[in-house]
């Protein structure tokens, strides 16, 4: 299995056991789709990787050609078209390093037919922390939400931050539909602003539909008429249950005309690299 680690592709590579990056988790990362052998919306990743460098004093060493290049040059090396990118900037020992690697993924059938699961976290986000708003490698609370709530037998966790108010998703973040009439949570909650949300939210313009960005009880998605959680890998994903609250996905009209928007824009990307 191939790697890039600053500006080569290569098999192996021993990262220091003293730098910052695995000692403390200084640093942030980016998981990119890769459809069909070529990565998806690169320029938007490339973005927040940036905006997460400049908070922890990182340098970024890469720039969009880059990550479109060697994207492309690892998934023909790893034998991967469908799969996820991971590019992390950290901090080492004698300088910040930059480490891209390639693995499979696919979403399974089941889950765009049937939906998923969420099922609320007992841990909660803190809107005033700077580590709520960047990608950062420090992720233990992610992962230890997602297993508490996996054990419960959902599929991805949600957070309320600490003020009792709905934040985002282990992993994704979290729109819902009531009166034709899209919400989601405002950056201010505690969330990481998401590739996908954004362009949820461009849809929405260019659809014409109302969407609402605010600070709401978790009351006001149990009520919702549709559902749905974003994220990189699985783009726009219905939700069928919120904890006991459960949701006819068979029924659900706008997520579908929003997810029908996004596949185009995937599209849109794989044919940007032909």
């Given at each position: ?148 709530i996996k054990s419960q037998g959902y599929d991805e966790a949600l957070f309320l931050n ?113």
């Amino acid at each position: 299995m191939y790697i890039y680690y600053n500006d080569k592709l290569t098999k192996e590579q021993c990262i220091s056991p003293i730098s910052q990056g695995f000692q403390f988790g200084y640093g942030v990362f980016e998981t990119i789709l890769i459809s069909k052998g070529v990565p998806c919306f690169v320029d938007m990743h490339h973005n927040r990787l940036a905006a997460g460098c400049s908070r922890l004093g990182l340098e970024l060493k890469l720039d969009i050609g880059t990550i479109n290049t060697q994207a492309i040059r690892l998934s023909q090396a790893c034998n991967i078209t469908e799969g996820r990118l991971k590019v992390i900037c950290f901090r080492d020992i004698e300088a910040d390093a930059t480490i891209m690697t390639l693995s499979h993924y696919k979403l399974e059938e089941g889950y765009i037919q049937n939906g998923i699961s969420l099922g609320s976290s007992s841990i909660m986000r803190n809107p005033h922390s700077p580590i709520s708003y960047i990608k950062s490698l420090n992720y233990t609370e992610n992962l230890l939400a997602k297993a508490e709530i996996k054990s419960q037998g959902y599929d991805e966790a949600l957070f309320l931050n600490v003020y009792g108010k709905i934040c985002e998703g282990a992993v994704s973040n979290v729109f819902w539909i009531k009166q034709s009439v899209i919400y989601t949570p405002e950056i201010s909650c505690g969330i990481l602003e998401g590739i996908i949300r954004k362009q949820v939210l461009d849809i929405c313009r260019i659809l014409g539909l109302r969407l609402e960005e605010g600070s709401y009880n978790l009351s006001e998605l149990l009520s919702a008429d549709e559902v749905f959680i974003t994220n990189s890998l699985m783009g726009i994903m219905p939700v069928y249950r919120m904890d006991n609250t459960t949701y006819n996905i068979s029924e659900y009209k706008i997520s579908k005309e929003i997810d029908y928007e996004y596949r185009k824009l995937i599209v849109l990307e794989e044919q940007m690299h032909r």
